[in-house]
């Protein structure tokens, strides 16, 4: 993975990694200085339609602390079940990029509309 993230950076790009449920925080730390993301995946990959893992949040919290201590410009993403519920909560949990697929993309309403309410959800973060 560090020669990977080396190669991205020398290319003059943002290089990400993302890390699956069961994938440890731990293996983040000794790239985490030369990311520019961390994707921390809230279901397992593979198909759309699932439903958000709520056992993801400490990892979540975990990652967001690395980051605060190691690199603090480095965004936290999240992906997997985020919706009007779980956005919130992934927010609160140190998320600040979210991706959305069904929520708003199969949502009863247009598009613009769905993304617009999620975002509103997700800002209506509780502790």
């Known amino acids: 993975m560090h020669r990977t993230v080396q190669r991205i950076k020398a290319l003059g790009k943002r290089a990400e990694v993302a890390i699956n449920p069961a994938t440890p925080a731990s293996v983040l730390k000794e790239v985490l200085p030369d990311l520019d993301q961390v994707l921390v995946m809230t279901v397992n990959p593979g198909f759309g339609h699932q439903h958000f893992l709520g056992l993801m949040l400490p990892k979540i919290r975990r990652v967001a602390q690395m980051i605060e201590w190691i690199k603090p410009d480095c965004e936290l993403e999240v992906e997997g079940g985020i919706d009007w519920a779980t956005a919130p909560i992934a927010v609160a949990a140190g998320a ?14 247009d598009v613009t509309t769905a993304r617009d309410s999620l975002r509103d959800a997700a800002t209506q973060v509780t502790q």
Do not use: E, Q
């Open 96 to 109: 600040n990029v979210l991706v959305a697929g069904t929520s708003v993309f199969g949502a009863d309403k």
